[in-house]
């Protein structure tokens, strides 16, 4: 008899643990507390960890961050039914058809080998020992030959095919990882938004990783255990078919009370990640507001909402280990009812129906090795489901369509400083939630362009235009005098170069992060642009210079410091369009000084296009344009904007503070 | 390694012995029942199966009494079940918390500079992952018992059964635990490299989308799917080895017992044959190779659990070794007196030792152990409004924590009121030197809370410190004003306005001793104007002020220039811009700053 709890073994295996958390990944998590970036599926690696240790699974920070919905590409496929998420995951990833066929044929083997020993058990028992000539050593241990031989042929044969099959699936998924990430990266970034992006992350990390655990373990889990309950249930029924009935029948409420108690449970487990997201960032709060705790003396308080939060993860995980403790006796309880009458039944009327001592004996050992899978398949199911929720996911993003399609007959851009030319262009998101309208505007070569608007006014997604990383739905962008749409790639990156506001750096060192703005450039170059800038002041107190890592997101540096290291590598690409999306966030009067110096030095002889924060960026442009509700509704010098008392002209006067000095401001005023 | 996993396990059963008696026992009883369970079914075979169906007929209460003994056993087993599972996970939940306490009352007691020197994650990490692996051993531990139980008991009941088929669960039971720990050993270096490689993906995944503008810009995709491939591939590899094993092994581990019961079958038919033993024997032998095959695993987990759980305990018990700040007990010490009160630094030196960095500027330069204040001296007069000038990085926010005693000086004297810090009554330290930081800290509360702190404070105060640090206006604007609660670490106010109501907070003890660390330095200069205006007017206290602003320099009765860790220079703006070039040229940093923002 195997005692239920076999499963929690079965299920799970050195390599399904609960991640170590590094510190930066911590740290990381803390930040994401507020913003709600990611979105992480539950892993179902928590199920098996639960089941070894034989309670909830502890910290999963991850996943009490808000999951952000579907975007309209994913929500394409999302009443896709399980059939066809198969069907179309296959087409899409076809080296994981071998990998199913592999499954399949691992589980009829798996079960053949379970199924084997209770044949065995009632063969020799009837006819080997019990048989009418008495005990036949011939017979016996030539049938325990055969089994013997049969259960190594088996173990050889599930090996082999386990090994292939997790070969087949792992390029697989290896394939379909890359396939995802590449099509993400040809998708435009137009929408790209924090959200978003921690759902791209999670398509090719958690999802991937999800049907990973699924293909290598809970695939032939599943068909294992499916095969086993109707083989256990056949072989049963060939012994006797009313004692199979009965069985069956014993086992049924299973079906019902199983299910409900791991929706119970599950909802116990969402309580525990609620509670522990609350410990988190309870202690978090105490970390990074240690100050205010020691200057107002708040230890007693901050003490008491600890202990509080504390508290509450505690009952929470007592109250789903409740569950955990109560759910798993209960199938070997209806074993045990099976078992039992099992004998009852068999005994008291087996001999009139032609039942043999070994055959009922089978029977029991058979009821024994239908525990573990019964057990096991209500969660088995619900992992499938998982598993088949992110598969769905990772093709929904593939079938997102490019919308920056590459022309078939390309044109290359002109050098020196090139002049913009946008005519009657219109932008509207995938949604269809307009952005830009009728945009018409010619900008001559050379020129500082200032552009201003409130947020949301479509000055950012103008910018982004005119380096394409978005098509207009209408009119055209012409840059250095050609459609954007008929340029390449390669051109638009030589001649057209974006800075962004946050200064993104790559975790390397300062110098691989210039020279992504020319891979081809040496040391040397990278150094000139620098001095080019009047930078190197700034090269040379790093204390390795070109070598000195930035670290994570460029963590190591300041704000401004990332600024500098990103005009560096514009100048290193030397480009005749440059578009500056304009930082907001403070930096320290010192850098911010050699910034605006870099900046001016950095425009010579180019046009350059500023998304205007600041009032001293737009008053020295030789042309400001102002966005307003995704039109252009000014543009002009700075004076004469002024001078219009138009919608440049009220801006301006905000920014100069005049409306707060007046006091009639509502509140917002920073 | 062992003695002091051994150490970690005794601790949590000696910590918490309630649940931990009580899950032991629980294991007892369905070791027993578990090894009571293959008993009856060979019993039953013997005494119901056999005679019943091979004709010589059995009695109804027999087969009656055989079948409510079959439940019962698995009804007592279950029982163990849950007692061992319920009480199993309480010990370790139990011991989590704890280890959460000890850790969170460890924090609250540790000095300032701790939390300088540790980085945040590391400090979360020991909250959550070091305390979790510390507990991790506990669950399998009850498991663990049992297993060595059944062993045991499994032994013996087999000798009693027939010594020969003993001898086959001998070599049974060694082979199962040789060929686990063989298969944990093998599969910890890919198990740990996947994880690795997991990382790195995610850590890819993430700065390539998050640089997604970045890569195309500058045309990085082929380069981001190379990284990706190589993370990805070494992912692969790791996963088909891991296989490799897992395929090797798992099969293998639910073979070995089958093989088990096959040799039984021969062996035990020949004993049946010659009468040595009945089929009820080799039944109940069988049935209990079949419950052996996995406790040996649980022990194989608890084993690998423990190393981890050591190192994690190891780190805890560092954490936990922290001394706390010395300070004098509240009420103990010289209370400050009221009013205004004068400052004096007298030859204070300070460094922060063994420094991580907590992102402040200019630490990346490595200052460890570099003195940040050396032989600083000065003197502000009470009531006097100073401006603390000095280059970024300078010391200008370290010495404002020293004057407001959350850290103390390495050497030299601070003294408020004509008191020394460190003989001064703590309270009244908190009361007469308030200092609202740079970066604002708003707990996840109400407005009121994070100004009173649960403290009764008039209503008509709360009002005055909003309206001084010109907080009212943008408060009375929010949905709940004072009851509005603070999104986490106060995303939804923007910059300006958390640090007003900070601002407020320290205003609302009616300071001695005002002290402004760049307080002020993300609200709007004209604001800005309006509070310093507001604090001259209606508060009555020594102010200090960090800024780097010339119209709030320009409001100071004196300006205290800090370079090189001392007071270089004290005087009005003019003077020290017309005397000091160091100050002169950071003057006009400020002023160009100015004219651009």
Redesign the interface.
Known sequence: ???A??H???E????E???????????DR?DD???GEDAVTPDPHDAAVEL?????P??C?DEERPRPEPTPDEAALADAGAVEVLRRGLAATPELREGVAFTIGLAII?AA??L??PV??QQ??DK???GDS??R?GF??GW?AI??VT??G??LL??LT??RM??AT??G??GL??RV??H???LS?AE?NEQR?GA??AR??SDV?TL?QFT?WGMVQWIVDSVVIVGAFGVMAVYDWRLTLQTLLIFAPLAVFLPMLQRRQLAAQDEVRDAVGE???E?????????????????G???SR??AA??R??RA??RA??Y???M???S??F???A???A??T???W??GWG???GE??AF??LI?VLLNPVAEITEVLDRTQIALAGWRKLLGVLATPIDVAEPAEPTDLPFGPLAIDVEAMCFAYRDGTPVLEDVDLTLPAGARVAVVGETGSGKTTFAKLL?R?ADPIAGTVNVGGIDLRATT??AR?RA???V?QDG?L??TTVGENVR??RPAAGDDEVREAFIALDLCWWLDDL?LGLATPVG??G????VGERQIVALARAQL?DPGLLVLDEATS?V???T??AL?EALARLAEGRTMVSIAH???TAEAADVVVVFDAGRVVEQGPHADLVAAGGVYAKLYASWL?ST??NGD?????? | MLRRGVTLLWDGARTHPRPFSLAASGAALYALM?VG??IV?GR??DA???P????EG?A?TT??A???A??A???L???G??F???Y???T???M??TW??RV??T???VP?EY?GRH???????H???DV?RA??PL??LP?SLAALLIVVTATVTLAVVDPVLMLVGIALFPALAVMNRV??RR??R??AE??AR??D???I?????????????????TR??DR??HA??G??VA??T???Y???F???L??LP??G???L??IG??R??TGALT?GGL?QA??LF??L??PT??VG?LL?ELPRGVVAVDRLRGVLATPARALPA?GQGTPLPAGPLPLELDQVAFAYHGRAGR?H?GD???SAGTPVLDECTLAVAPGEVVALVA??GSGKSTLC?LV?H?LDPDAGAIRVGGIDLATAD??SV?RGV??A?QEP?L??ASLRDNLT??EPVAEADVAWALEVARAD?????LPHQLEHVV???G?TL????RQRLALA?ALLRKPGLLLLDDAT???????EQQILGNLRRSLSTTTLIVA?RLSTIALADRVLFLNGGRIAASGRHDELAATVPAYAALAR??E??E???
């Not at chain 1, 643990?17 to 740290?27: A, F, I, T």
């Not at chain 1, 070894?52 to 909830?56: K, N």
């Not at chain 2, 923007?494 to 306005?497: A, D, E, I, P, V």
Request: hydrophobic residues 50%.
């Open positions: 008899m195997r005692p709890e076999r929690e073994v079965d799970v295996d050195p390599v643990r609960v991640d170590d958390l590094d510190e930066l990944e911590l740290l803390a507390l507020d913003d070894l240790i034989e309670s909830a502890a910290g920070y798996s080998g379970k084997a020993v065995l058990i020799i028992v080997g020992i019990r008495g005990f050593p016996v241990y325990a089994g013997a259960l190594v088996l173990y599930a090996r386990y090994v997790v070969r792992q390029s998924l290896l990882r890359m990430f590449e993400v990266h040809r970034v790209h992006r791209l992350v090719v990390t990783d990973a290598d410990t988190f960032s202690v978090a709060e105490s970390i990074t507001g240690a100050s205010v705790v020691r200057a107002y003396a708040l230890e308080r901050t003490n600890l202990r504390i508290d993860q505690f995980r007592v280990q409740a955990v403790a109560f798993f006796p209960l070997d309880l074993g045990a009812l078992l039992g009458a004998v009852a068999g005994v008291a087996g001999g039942l043999e001592v009922l004996v029991l050992f024994g380096c990383l790639a390669t990156r057209i170069r974006l962004p993104f790559f975790n992504l703005g204390p994570e997101r963590g190591n540096l300041s690409g403070a320290d009067p010192e911010e000084r605006t600041r009032l001293s503070g707060r000095r401001d509502p509140g917002d005023d920073d | 578990a369970a293959s079914l039953v075979t119901v199966v056999t019943g169906l091979g004709g059995v109804t087969i009656v055989g079948a409510l079959i439940v056993v698995a009804l087993r279950s029982i079940v849950v061992r599972r319920y199993g996970g309480r370790s939940w139990e989590q918390r959460f306490l969170v009352r924090y609250l007691a300032l939390f980085p945040t994650g590391t400090l979360l990490a909250a959550d992952a979790e507990v991790n669950q399998p498991f298969y944990t599969i910890e890919p198990a996947i994880q997991t990382g993906v995610s850590a995944a993430h700065e390539s989308f998050d640089g997604a503008l970045i890569v195309k810009t500058l045309g990085l995709e981001e799917q990706l491939h990805a591939e992912l692969r996963s088909v891991a296989g490799r897992r395929g090797t798992e099969p293998a639910d073979t089958s093989l019961i096959v040799v079958l021969a038919s020949w049946v044959s089929i039944v069988m049935a079949e419950v095959a996995f695993r649980v987990f690998e509240d992102g500027r990346r330069r490595g280059a970024t924590h407001a959350l703590p309270a908190r308030a200092l930081f800290f707990f996840v702190f649960g206006r943008f408060v009375a604007h999104g986490e670490r995303v923007s910059g300006g306005q907070r330095s993300a609200v709007d200069p004209v604001i780097h940093a400020y160009q700053d004219a651009a923002a």
